[in-house]
Every structure is written in structure tokens, then in C-alpha cells.
């Protein structure tokens, strides 16, 4: 099989599917790989080092032209691109692997299995010891949870750590986190590490051992949550009057803060509104908010997804695709992820679907002309399929 990486063409997106690093491991499983070139160069891999790596490089055209497996990060039908600049491009059989965002845009997922293409998406690993060393979501939150704490503290007008100064004595900058998933852990990681005092809310209450364990006070609400978290390990949506009675309570937490760092977001679904405007109003001028929720609508209901709000002195920013502002590692990260996911579906050189293995199962979702994934043909309204044979080539 011939592995395609094209260049990226979301808005934006300075990631490429697979850095120069990772070729001899997709050769090792029998794919030859073809770049589109210039893929690279934005995340600061030139085409010259892909070649060294025994790639070839070759021009847009050629990659989906010729490509049995396309590669991407997020630029393919799920881009919520209007209209899907390569969707037309697609060939029946042509295997696509990538982020798809099969939940909150299933209609993508449709438009691929229009083309007869067969995807996996990405976005889909199962969170199961097994698939960490596919979890490319893991990888994307890592990333931005450390940015996001990076931007606040260069907006921020004062410094992060404890400093004794021939001026004085600086205190520390108090830094709440909301959401203590992947992105949250990091950015309180990353925090502590510049020096901030760090507190940390989560819904779901087994997270208090995990932020305590990074050195941050865990914020205790009084709210039965005993149900926020799924079978996955994510969190699940609430009613309105429990975010209500969350809001209530946490607003002290928020107007004591320097920085709040907003990371609660839920698969497929429009992100909770935990900070308010009067929440806003009551923080001391100059403080800022970073919400990484913005591109599912943010967790402060001031948030403008790609822009800053300020209001009464409190900055407030929208950061959208925040894992391109670090495309080198963001790149890194995500080829090694999907190399080892591609190991589990590519055997000697040919496309094997085993339906038997949980991780392939749970990711396939397109397959000769129809959506298969049982969720996303819920969600688009189609009757159940027959139930394939477990193992299959193409």
C-alpha cells in the first residue's frame, strides 16, 4: 500500500500527519509513503528530511491520486470546511485515516462514506490502557494545556512565581484550572512549574488524587456529582440547575484567581457555561481568562472563539486550534499515535479490519458506502446494519 500525507488546509493548521521521524516505522509495516510537498514545513520538517527517511515527495495531486491510505490530521471531509476542498478527490476504497470529528459533525463521516471511502477516526480511540500509544486526543490536550497557560502568562500583567526582589517581594500569581482532564492536568503541571499558586476543579470527583498529586489545591464544591463521569473516563453532560448551583458556589473561587485556565469541554456536545459575565466583572482588572473551550462554544459566556474580549480590565481569550501553535511537537506526538494505530489495522503491506479488536471496532466509521459506526448511524438517523464478519481485508 502507498500511505499519502497531504498538506494541511484547515484554516490555520500548521500540523502535519507524519513527521520525517516516523517513515521507517510506517515502512517497517509495509507501506512505501508519499508527502505532498511542503507538508512539513510549517511544523519545521523540510521536504529534504523526509527524503532522507526513504519518503517520497510528490504534489497534491499525487497523493490522492495514487494514495491507498490518506493520512491527515484534520483537513479532510470533517474540517467543517465549506465545501470539503478534497472530498471530490476521495476514491472508493481509498482508506483515510485522521481526525473526523465524527461526534459533533457526523455529516463529514456521511460525506466519506458517500466516496466509498474507509475511515477511522481519530478522534474515536477508546480510552483503554492498550490504546494510550494511539490516543492522539491525549496528545492534541497535552499540547494545549500547556499553551494555554503559556498565553495567560504572557498577558497577564505581572509575573507568575514567588520573587524576592532587590524591590521587594513579589507573591505568586493564583491560578484556578477548570477541567482536570489531559489538558487541564498539563496546564496545572506547566503552572506550577513557572510558579504559581494552583487550585483545580474538576465535575468528576475521582480527579481530586490527580490534581493534588501535581501540587495543586483541589477545589471543593458542595454538588453531588456522583454520575459526571462516563464509562470512557469522559466527563458527562449535567442538568442546567447543577451547572446553576456550580456556578453559584464557584464564583468566589473565579474572582480570587489571576488566571483562570477553562478546559471543560464533553465529546459532541456544546461546552458548559461555568463562568459568568458578573463572574467576570467580579475578578481584579488585569486578569485573564484562557478558555480552551472556545471552539465548542467555551465554558465563559463571554468567550469569542479566535478573539480576546476584555471587559471591566479582565482579558478574556478565545484560543481556537491552539495544539498548531506548537506544530513541531504537536506533529511529533501525533504520527507516533498514528503509526501505532495503523500497526493494528496494516499487515504486511495490506489493510486488515478486524472487528474482533475493540480499538478498530470502536474507530471504523465508514465502510463500503455506508456509515458503520452504530453511534454516528444513530445520530444521522439510519436503521442498524447487519453485522459484518469480523475480519476482512479492504
Known sequence: MLAGVPRETFPGERR??????????????????????????????????????????????????????????????????????????????????????????????????????????????????????????????TVIGYKAVLLAADTLPRMFPLMMTAGGTLTPARLLVIGAGVAGLQAIATARRLGAVVEAYDIRPATREQIQSLGARYVELPLDAQDAQDEGGYARTMDESFYRRQRETMGRVVSASDVVISTAAIPGKKAPVLITAEMVDAMRPGSVIVDVAAEQGGNCELTQPGQAVVRSGVTVMGPVNVASAVPNHASQMHARNVANFLALIVKQGALTVDLSDQIVRETLVARGGEVVHPRLRETLGLPPLVAPPTTAAG
Open 16 to 141: 502535519v500527519a507524519a513527521n520525517p521521524a516516523v517513515i521507517p516505522a510506517l515502512t517497517a509495516l509495509g507501506l512505501e509513503v508519499a508527502v505532498e510537498r511542503g507538508a512539513g514545513e510549517a511544523a519545521g520538517f523540510p521536504d529534504a528530511l523526509y527524503v532522507e527517511k526513504g519518503a517520497r515527495m510528490v504534489s497534491r495531486a499525487d497523493v490522492f491520486g495514487s494514495a491507498d491510505l490518506l493520512l491527515a490530521v484534520r483537513s479532510l471531509a470533517s474540517s467543517r470546511i465549506a465545501p470539503p476542498p478534497d472530498l471530490s478527490a476521495l476514491r472508493a476504497g481509498q482508506v483515510v485515516v485522521g481526525f473526523l470529528d465524527p461526534i459533533g459533525a457526523p455529516e463529514g463521516v456521511q460525506a466519506l462514506a458517500d466516496r466509498g471511502a474507509v475511515a477511522f477516526a481519530l478522534d474515536l480511540i477508546p480510552r483503554i490502557s492498550r490504546a494510550q500509544a494511539m490516543d492522539a486526543l491525549s496528545s492534541v490536550a
